[in-house]
Nanobody
Framework: QVQLVESGGGLVQPGGSLRLSCVAS????????MRWYRQPPGKERELVAG????????SYADYVKGRFTISRDNAKNTVYLQMNSLRPEDTAVYYC??????????WGQGTQVTVSS
């Protein structure tokens, strides 16, 4: 069955870094665009970054540009989110999303990122 499993979250001090990973299985990973979303406490889920199916195109929300980098390794069925210069407002549950067209849309269970001193 389809699975997206995120890892790499945790507690980090402001200014620190984390790298999130999302391992996919149960579908043809290389044919899917991948996205990272996050949901801060008490707020709506928001798009953080996206990468095209073969990695040639990336996009970022304004609030993470220059600090976060999305990448993928299709041989490992894995998408990454490198997060640098973390701020308290980056605290959220981070979700991995796989999308193909308008009908195939899969989500992971999320990983908690907490930025606090």
């Amino acid at each position: 069955q389809v699975q997206l499993v995120e890892s790499g979250g945790g507690l980090v001090q402001p200014g620190g870094s984390l790298r999130l990973s999302c391992v996919a299985s149960g579908f043809t990973f290389g044919y899917y665009a991948m996205r990272w979303y996050r949901q801060p406490p008490g707020k709506e889920r928001e798009l953080v970054a996206g990468i095209s199916s073969f990695g040639g195109s990336t996009s970022y929300a304004d609030y993470v540009k220059g600090r976060f980098t999305i990448s993928r390794d299709n041989a490992k069925n894995t998408v990454y989110l490198q997060m640098n210069s973390l701020r308290p407002e980056d605290t959220a549950v981070y979700y991995c999303n796989a999308v193909q067209g308008s009908t195939n849309d899969y989500w992971g269970q999320g990983t908690q990122v907490t930025v606090s001193s």
